[in-house]
Structures are given as structure tokens and as C-alpha cells.
């Protein structure tokens, strides 16, 4: 059966760093694109950045230029990079798989993993 097993999460001091990672298992990892998606406390989700099979990466405007993205393809793993974290970025993150393989379609979630930050 598909799961996604999601690590890290934490609490830090804004202005820290923080890295997530999630490993897939029981599918072709390497032919469906990866998400990030938040939600933070009484919010909605919200869209935090995709890699795609091409090897292509994109961001939400309130993440772009501080997280970075990445897969490992041969560990069935995708990372979350969170540099110069703020309070705003307090929340519950999930990785999730592509519905079909490329379809900007949410399919199979992981657990959730939450990052909390404040002085």
C-alpha cells in the first residue's frame, strides 16, 4: 500500500533553520510529482512548493527564496529545506504525492509534521 512517512519538525528561534523529509513507499517514486502544503493554527492549507518529474521546482510566494526543495529518487525521499524561519511559518506541514503522476492534483498525504516558531 502507498505511505508517506514524514521526519523533523521541531521548535525554533526565528531566523533558524529547519529540514523535513518524507519517504514514500509502495509506488514508483520516481514518476509522480511532490508536494509540501501547510496549514497553519485556524488556517486553511496552503500550497508551499512541487517537484516534478522533470526535475523543475516551485515555490509559494511567502516561501520563495527562503526554502529549498529537493528528491532523492534512489531513496524515495523529498526534502524541505526551511531557511530563516518566521512565526508566520508556524505550522502543520504535509508531504504529499501527485494524484496521477504530474497532474497538479493532490493524492496520498503523509502524517503531518509540525514546526513551531517563536522566541
Known amino acids: 500500500e502507498v505511505e508517506l512517512v514524514e521526519y523533523g519538525g521541531g521548535a525554533v528561534q526565528p531566523g533558524g533553520s529547519l529540514r523535513l523529509s518524507c519517504v514514500g513507499s509502495?509506488?514508483?517514486?520516481?514518476?509522480?510529482?511532490m508536494y509540501w502544503v501547510r496549514q497553519a493554527p485556524g488556517q486553511g492549507l496552503e500550497w508551499v512548493s512541487v517537484?516534478?518529474?522533470?526535475?523543475?521546482?516551485y515555490y509559494g510566494d511567502s516561501v520563495k527564496g527562503r526554502f529549498t526543495i529537493s528528491r532523492d529518487n534512489a531513496k524515495n525521499t523529498v526534502t524541505l529545506q526551511m531557511n530563516n524561519l518566521q512565526p508566520e511559518d508556524t505550522a502543520a506541514y504535509y508531504c504529499?504525492?501527485?494524484?496521477?503522476?504530474?497532474?497538479?492534483?493532490?493524492?496520498?498525504w503523509g502524517q503531518g509534521a509540525q514546526v513551531t516558531v517563536s522566541s
Open positions: 504529499v504525492r501527485d494524484f496521477l503522476g504530474g497532474t497538479w492534483t493532490l493524492g496520498y
Open positions: 517537484f516534478t518529474t522533470g526535475d523543475t521546482q
Open positions: 509502495g509506488f514508483s517514486f520516481s514518476t509522480y510529482w
